[in-house]
Structure formats: C-alpha cells, structure tokens
C-alpha cells in the first residue's frame, strides 16, 4: 500500500528510478552503486479500500483527495502503469 508510506520516503525514490543509480555521500566519501529496479505497487481508490462508488464508500471526498494526494505527482510521473 503506497499512501501508507511517509510522503518524504517515498519522494526519495525519485531520483533512483530516473538515475538508476544511488550516490551516497558520507564526509569525505562519495560511493555510487547501481540501482535498476521495477517498482511495483499498490494503492486503494480511498482510505477504506472499496470501489468508490456513492452507494458502496463511506469515505468522503476531502478524504479520497487527501489519500491519493499522499503521492506527489512527480512519482507518479514515473510509474507507467495504472489500473
């Protein structure tokens, strides 16, 4: 479930899914390693998991915008696929 993570953690996948590589700089010390990856995941269409539907969610719509905001734009720029 991606909105479960912490909005911060998931922006730092950003840059690892574009570069394909992770830099690490620790102080004097800079390390680059590859990173090709498939990022696969999952989100429900609201907090409570349903379809969405009037008759079928109990979720209200500020809450159903605040859910999916959780994942900024610029990762979801980078995910190919949505179902």
């Known amino acids: 479930e991606l909105p479960h993570f912490k909005p911060a953690v998931l922006n730092l ?9 992770i830099t690490i700089v620790r102080a004097r ?4 390693f590859p990173a ?13 998991g349903r379809v969405c539907a009037p ?3 109990r979720c209200s719509g500020d809450q159903v915008r605040r ?11 980078r995910i190919d696929l949505h179902v």
């Open 13 to 21: 996948l950003r840059e690892p899914l574009e570069a394909r590589a």
């Open 29 to 32: 010390y800079r390390s680059r």
């Open 36 to 48: 090709q990856f498939q990022l696969v995941a999952a989100m429900n269409p609201c907090p409570a």
């Open 55 to 57: 008759e079928a969610c």
């Open 67 to 77: 859910y999916q905001a959780r994942i900024s734009g610029p990762l979801l720029d």
